[in-house]
């Protein structure tokens, strides 16, 4: 899809003219606690988000700047880095543009993973964020260089392609929660029943530490309103492009001309500034009454729906997520592991788990790629019936044959899949049993076809 075909649909250019006139009221009124120093942060609009926009970051010697918190020092910050960005790609000089990106991941506090990832690359920066950045600038999500194997993209990067790119916009896990929010205002204020496809823009979660009480809520998932999970590499950076037209679409609309953001002295400057209004106002979505904000912004706190839910605003105190079984809606809790240690569930409050390791994953759903491919399965887990093959083929069938352990655990992993949108709900099932279809974008398939959901559970986990 090109620019002008995506900012062309109904529903973005509705969304658009509704967005570019709520730029300075009380529809984005916002108050939540930091959760550094439990500091109270409000904003009576998006454009007073962008006034009382605060980011403290680190001081970067080796270019002569200073550590900071407001918008003038960190837009001084990313002038310099985005001079010298340019100008290293311009030279083809790789040891600068390894130089500048690493500054950039330290000013956004994402050094984990993103600076590993340069210094392994860094005879080839030029080329790979050169041709990605050729790419971006093309004005088109069907780029081949989305789809190279060497193609990183997450919050870290984007930042950097928002240094070397034309009008492209930082999109992380606060922008796309402030984003959300105002589609489902705007999808609540014009009628629409559920989230337009063109408008579902990909969430994550708060980067938080595994025991976090109360991490701040990016989801921002009301009832019917539902959004896909961010998802590193092409999906990233497609949903990332569309998210930067679509803020040049609203700072260009004629609505915007009334707002306080057309004051600011360009086209560039007030990109940044709209971006830097979300970041602030994406902090933490949950609005309560003893923050100011009344009973109606009290409505927008976390719902765990009747179905599977991974409601990563309420984790139990030791980072557990509450989720129901699909079937019989029994409710358990998961969490994530890192280092290959897969997925844990419990019994709610309980301490013995049912644990699913890596291994076991990558080859129940190596299986379940290789027998379905992108067409349905059912859950047809009978403990009895799978090991006597009175059942149709599916997950239970598939887990069992790999794993040799029960098919009626495959119940509860069901479910987490579903919850981390490892499957995707079959609506139009072959018959009424559960059927689901894999999420190709989470699996992270290689070239030689074997599958490894590693990598997607790090980027949950990590939040970026």
Not at 10 to 22: L, R
Not at 120 to 148: E, V, Y
Not at 307 to 335: I, V
Not at 336 to 359: K, M, Q
Request: charged share 20%.
């Amino acid at each position: 899809m090109n620019k002008s075909q995506y900012l062309a649909t109904k529903e973005v250019n509705a969304f658009v003219a509704w967005m570019s006139t709520h730029l300075d009221d009380a529809t984005f009124a916002h108050a939540y606690t930091l959760r550094t120093g439990n500091e109270s942060w409000t904003c009576a609009s998006l454009f007073d988000a962008y006034e009382k926009y605060r980011w403290p970051h680190v001081a970067l010697p080796e270019y002569g700047l200073a550590a900071g918190s407001s918008f003038a020092s960190n837009l001084l910050v990313l002038d310099t880095l985005q001079k010298e960005l340019r100008a290293g790609l311009m030279a083809g000089d790789n040891d600068r543009v390894l130089m500048a990106a690493t500054a950039v991941m330290k000013w956004g506090g994402v050094v984990n993973g993103n600076v590993p990832w340069l210094n392994t690359w860094r005879d080839d920066l030029c080329h790979i964020i050169g041709g990605t950045r050729d790419a971006i600038n093309a004005g088109d999500t069907d780029q081949p260089p989305f789809a190279r194997s060497e193609l990183r993209f997450t919050s870290g990067m984007s930042k950097v392609y928002s240094l070397v790119c034309d009008g492209f916009a930082i999109y992380d896990s606060r922008v796309a929660a402030a984003l959300c929010r105002a589609v489902v205002l705007f999808c609540r204020e014009t009628g629409r029943d559920c989230v337009p496809a063109e408008l579902n823009f990909p969430w994550a979660a708060a980067k938080t530490s595994p025991n976090a009480i109360n991490p701040p809520l990016r989801n921002a998932a009301q009832d019917e309103y539902k959004f896909r999970r961010l998802v590193r590499g092409r999906p990233y950076v497609v949903w990332n492009t569309k998210v930067s037209w679509l803020l040049g679409a609203i700072e260009s609309h004629r609505n915007t001309q009334d707002s306080a953001f057309a004051r600011l002295d360009s086209t560039a400057l007030r990109l940044r500034a709209m971006e830097a209004a979300l970041f602030m106002f994406g902090y933490d979505l949950v609005n309560r009454p003893d923050r100011g904000q009344g009973a109606e912004a009290a409505s927008f706190t976390a719902v765990i729906s009747d179905g599977p839910s991974h409601d990563q605003g309420s984790p139990t105190e030791d980072g557990w997520a509450l989720c129901k079984t699909t079937a019989r809606g029994r409710p358990f809790e998961y969490r994530l592991r890192p280092a290959a240690d897969g997925i844990h569930t419990r019994d709610v409050g309980e301490n013995t788990l049912l644990r699913f390791s890596d291994a076991e994953l990558n080859q129940t759903l190596q299986a379940l790629l290789r027998d379905f491919g992108d067409s349905p399965f059912p859950l047809a887990n009978s403990v009895d019936g799978v090991p006597a093959g009175n059942v149709p083929n599916g997950l239970g069938t598939a887990f069992w044959k790999e794993t040799g352990r029960r098919a009626g655990y495959t119940s509860r992993l069901a479910a987490v899949l579903q919850c981390i949108e490892v499957f995707k709900a079959c609506e139009n099932a072959p018959t009424a049993a559960k059927y689901w279809r894999l999420n190709r974008e989470t699996l992270h398939v290689d070239g030689s076809g074997k599958v490894n959901i590693r990598p997607y559970l790090d980027a949950i986990i990590q939040g970026d």
